[in-house]
């Protein structure tokens, strides 16, 4: 079992920056993927970057320029560097973590888990 926990979400002016955290935690054995979602009111979950642990990054075309996805191995923290907001941006931003994790039988297993989401806003 994967624990997701997320932070940095908030209200900024258009053109404003903000850092989304994703730190995971549990019996990981290796994380393969984490990435970032997000979900406008009415719209659908759409992904907004992924990065392996390999350093291979993947964005969605209209964040490009704008955001950088990272991580911390030493921490299992995912971050998500987003800059010249835009109020098309704003919406609920979720983590996501495919990762191979230890069972109590013993046994590795892969995992899929996601972060409780967390809020960004950008309006004047």
């Known amino acids: 079992q994967v624990q997701l926990v997320e932070s940095g979400g908030g209200l900024v002016q258009p053109g404003g920056s903000l850092r989304l955290s994703c730190a995971a935690s549990?019996?990981?054995?290796?994380?393969?993927?984490m990435g970032w979602y997000r979900q406008a009111p009415g719209k659908q979950r759409e992904l907004v970057a992924t990065i392996t642990s390999e350093d291979y990054t993947n964005y969605l075309d209209s964040v490009k320029g704008r955001f950088t996805i990272s991580r911390d191995s030493d921490k299992n923290t995912a971050y998500l560097q987003m800059n010249s907001l835009k109020p098309e941006d704003t919406a609920v931003y979720y983590c996501?973590?495919?990762?191979?994790?230890?069972?109590?039988?013993?046994?590795?297993?892969?995992?899929?888990?996601w972060g409780q989401g967390t809020q960004v806003t950008v309006s004047s």
């Open positions: 549990g019996s990981i054995r290796r994380i393969n993927v």
């Open positions: 996501n973590v495919e990762s191979v994790v230890l069972t109590g039988s013993g046994r590795y297993v892969p995992s899929d888990d």
